[in-house]
């Protein structure tokens, strides 16, 4: 059974920093594609950034040089550390997996930026 439970989500105020976790199980975490994706009320789900199976990385220009994301594929983990965190970023943000046409979703997490 695959699972990805993401962790690290709360309030935080404009300026601040949080760091998402996404720990997966139940797939060979290695190989897959990995990406954080995030949905807004009243708004599509979108790309935050994604990481391949061997590091490469890319990222929405609205979080460039704000967010990185990163895995360790000893503790199946990804990563999420957001800076500099803006009210336009509250949403809620998702792990997902990918391998050729297979992909899976967490459950998400709620990311709320408010003064």
């Known amino acids: 059974q695959v699972q990805l439970v993401e962790s690290g989500g709360g309030l935080v105020q404009p300026g601040g920093s949080l760091r998402l976790s996404c720990a997966a199980s139940?797939?060979?975490?290695?190989?897959?594609?990995m990406g954080w994706y995030r949905q807004a009320p009243g708004k599509q789900r979108e790309l935050v950034a994604t990481i391949t199976s061997s590091g490469r990385t890319n990222y929405a220009d609205s979080v460039k040089g704000r967010f990185t994301i990163s895995r360790d594929n000893a503790k199946n983990t990804m990563y999420l550390q957001m800076n500099s965190l803006k009210p336009e970023d509250t949403a809620v943000y998702y792990c997902n997996a990918a391998i050729g046409r297979t992909g899976y979703w967490g459950q998400g997490t709620q990311v709320t930026v408010s003064s």
């Open positions: 139940g797939i060979s975490f290695s190989i897959y594609a």
